[in-house]
């Protein structure tokens, strides 16, 4: 029986060294946003791929890492303050509750001060002064909740909307101010 696809061949990894690991970075660095923390992951993935292959000690890698980070940060190519603003301020725009946007920068090793930093000036930005209530009125409008919805469909499916917006990351009290309101704002 004849194979569909070709089943995917992985490369040997290459020797882990300080220009391969700089190059490495770079590349990432021009691609992808990055807090020190994902960068210094996805750096570490390759160094622990690259000593399983080659038997060497994941140590000396580990160490190569966090230099190339520290150096990085000295020169401001990482700057995790600047990338906990940037990414909350894509999240909110897209909808997402300032609860979920703290978890998701969390998840990528930010520290606590940059992240209330960054919530704070969204804060800031808020016409209303709520962030949250902002980024709800997008999350309902896009997912046509509340008064994005039909008149008639609106009243039998007030629970489940609300429901919507509180696994969106909302407190009760953001949900029901936008799905109770008589007009889209």
């Known amino acids: 029986m004849k194979a569909s696809r ?70 401001g190519l990482l700057d995790d303050a600047a990338y906990a603003r940037a990414r909350a ?15 998701r920068l969390r998840e990528k090793g930010v520290k606590q001060a940059a992240i209330e930093d960054a919530l704070a000036t969204l804060s800031e930005v808020a016409d209303d002064g709520s962030p949250d ?17 039909r008149r008639e469909d609106r009243e039998g499916r007030r629970e489940k909307d609300l429901a919507a917006l509180a696994r969106a990351g909302f407190t009760y009290d953001v949900a029901r101010q936008v799905i109770d309101a008589e007009d889209p704002a």
Do not use: C, F
């Open 6 to 75: 070709k089943s995917k061949t992985r490369h040997k990894p290459r020797k882990v060294s300080k220009q391969h690991l700089e190059n490495v970075a770079l590349w990432y660095l021009a691609r992808y946003q990055a807090s020190a923390r994902s960068l210094e992951r996805v750096l570490m993935r390759r160094v622990a791929r690259s000593a399983e292959h080659h038997g060497t000690d994941p140590e000396d890698g580990r160490t190569l890492v966090a230099d190339l980070i520290a150096r990085y940060q000295n020169a």
């Open 89 to 103: 301020a894509s999240l909110h725009g897209r909808g997402v509750s300032l609860r979920v946007i703290a978890g």
């Open 133 to 149: 209530l902002a980024a709800a009125r997008r999350t309902a409008r896009r997912r046509r909740l509340g008064p994005w919805r």
